[in-house]
């Protein structure tokens, strides 16, 4: 079971951070979202209270189908490649998709063996180093330039055991993450690709991906770079809710075959 909580009423919306956050770090959206729909924010696996989670992307994906059940799922980076797999694995749970700056992973061999090689160095550096001198390291890369240091949530990641997120990164890395590029097509609900226009890599993958999801809305946040939703958190809550008002969820399939 992953640590969740819940807050609002209306339609259910599930969160879920990225690599070494938690979900206290959806708060401010979460508050603001739960004025009109039921919010669940997620500890994703080998983060804050679900630490104890040493599962892959798949097994994770199904845990969190069992704490949010029929919902629109929001996913970033990590979270992103976690609710995507939930969608593959799980379509009659996942009624809308919202994907913040993720990816279905390397569809090269070559490629993904040298990611897997990546993230296993930086899983050794986490558990000799800790957490507090890989976060100066980790924060400090060029994808989170659209940082500041309160959106950086840093005091937040800090609560993250070393031993746990290194253990996610060798379970539930890009690396070792399959390729889901060729089950994009099965994907039947509403999805949403936010990337930032500075994002330029997660932008050509969003690109990519929404040329094989058949009902798939790219939007590209001017001004902002990997972490759209807290760079710009109020861009973002603007752009959701007037998607989710343009696209109804998908039917459930126990409801469309119901006499």
């Not at 930032?196 to 790219?218: C, L, N, Q, Y």
């Amino acid at each position: 079971m992953l640590a969740s909580q819940s807050r609002g009423h209306g339609e259910r919306l599930v969160l879920v951070h990225g690599f070494t956050q938690t979900a206290r770090s959806w708060d401010a959206i979460a508050e603001t979202l739960a004025c009109h729909h039921e919010v669940v924010t997620v500890d994703a696996p080998g983060h804050g209270e679900s630490g104890h989670a040493d599962v892959d992307l798949h097994e994770g994906a199904r845990l969190l189908v069992g704490v949010g059940g029929e919902a629109t799922y929001v996913g970033y980076s990590m979270g992103g490649r976690m609710c995507l797999h939930a969608a593959v694995d799980a379509p009659h749970a996942v009624r809308r998709l919202v994907l913040i700056g993720a990816s279905p992973g390397l569809d090269d061999d070559a490629e993904r063996s040298r990611r897997r090689e990546d993230d296993e160095r930086l899983a050794t550096r986490l558990e000799a180093e800790g957490i507090d001198r890989f976060l100066d390291d980790w924060l400090a890369l060029p994808l989170f330039a659209g940082l500041d240091e309160a959106s950086a949530g840093r005091d937040d990641r800090r609560r993250n055991d070393a031993a746990s997120l290194a253990s996610s990164l060798r379970a539930a890395g890009t690396g070792t993450q399959s390729s889901l590029w060729p089950a994009l097509h099965e994907i039947r609900c509403p999805v949403l690709l936010l990337v930032g226009e500075h994002d330029h890599k997660f932008a050509a993958i969003a690109a990519g991906m929404a040329e094989r999801i058949p009902d798939a809305t790219v939007e590209v946040v001017a001004g902002s770079g990997h972490s759209v939703h807290l760079e710009q958190p109020q861009e973002f809550l603007e752009r959701l809710q007037a998607w989710l008002d343009r696209h109804p969820p998908s039917a459930s399939p126990t409801a469309a075959s119901a006499p």
